[in-house]
């Protein structure tokens, strides 16, 4: 563990408050994650369960995080409905998630994923929080329900936080999110995922790598 995280922990264990900002564990997004999901996701068991994309975003271990998810069923407002292409009132399964690093109190982002809660009612065990964190992640969870996810679309924005936003992810002032919309397609063409993600500005980096064709 690096020393200034080692120092937080020992500030934390005696009940020293510094007022320091320290250095935070960074976030490292590239667009190669959603192969390394994909290819996850048809692992064995015991290699899902060992290592996460978050573990692979920060070279943490996964001791060495603290994971959270919430889930409710929610009808869906226009703007979510325009985006999966269905009539506005659909039923959503909305999942939303937090991990930060264990010496730390704020999570690397701000995950809100969203599953049509018809596809996701095909296997119960979707419906199911305490099944979280599931090996394998959502390419895994959609496997489960005879879903292969052909590609990933990510529009990344940024802007000014939200107040709420400003306190969850302890941002110093001035600091803006980055947004990412991420819109996973079956093989058939449908959406079957939309996730919004919203990152620190302060800490973390999206790195992007183009395959080009060659002559």
Known sequence: MPR???????ERQHGRDTHVRRPRAR??????RHQWEKDRARRPPAVRAATGA???DTGLLPDDLVFSARYRTIEAPGELAEAFGVCEGTALLERSYRTRYAAETAPF?????????ALAAANPDLLDVSREPWPGGTHHQLSTVGIEIDRV???VSARP???????????PAGTAVILVRKTSYDTRGRIVDVSDVVLPGDRTELFFTTRLERW
């Open 4 to 10: 200034a995280y080692e120092e937080i922990a020992d």
């Open 27 to 32: 976030v490292v997004r590239d667009s190669g």
């Open 54 to 56: 978050t573990e692979r």
């Open 109 to 117: 982002s701000l995950v809100t994923s969203y599953l049509p809660h």
């Open 153 to 155: 679309e990510e529009r």
């Open 161 to 171: 936080p939200t107040p709420q936003e400003t306190r969850e992810l302890e941002l």
